[in-house]
């Protein structure tokens, strides 16, 4: 199974974005889906995650009022509404999902990731 986000691209400082991630190909039974991100010559941190059945999210503290995670279960699709983008925010975000419950900020718990697209912000 493969992710394919999409929704990057450059903005300046301020302005906003809508990441999105689909499964391509086979689906499989999501029970999480995250967001996480990496910026280089850092490791991948946490950004957000969804239970996909109940819609609970969770939010890095560095994110939270800024991000919106979200999910349309109809299209097997997540979603990620970043505004107020800062230049610190700028990495390549990676969608990620996981079949079983995890501790959703830990990247290595989760099943399947996406190739990544990239956020560049300008000051």
């Known amino acids: 199974v493969q992710l394919q986000a999409s929704g990057g691209g450059l903005v300046q400082a301020g302005g906003s974005l809508r990441l999105s991630c689909a499964p391509s190909g086979r689906t499989f039974r999501t029970y999480f889906m995250g967001w996480f991100r990496q910026a280089p010559g850092k490791n991948r941190e946490f950004v957000a995650a969804?239970?996909?059945?109940?819609?609970?999210?969770y939010y890095a503290d560095s994110v939270k009022g800024r991000f919106t995670i979200s999910r349309d279960i109809a299209k097997n699709t997540v979603y990620l509404q970043v505004n107020s983008l800062k230049p610190e925010d700028a990495a390549v975000y990676y969608c990620?999902?996981?079949?079983?419950?995890?501790?959703?900020?830990?990247?290595?718990?989760?099943?399947?990731w996406g190739q990544g697209t990239l956020v560049t912000v300008s000051s």
């Open positions: 990620t999902g996981a079949t079983k419950p995890v501790n959703y900020y830990q990247a290595q718990e989760y099943h399947y």
């Open positions: 969804i239970s996909w059945t109940g819609g609970n999210t």
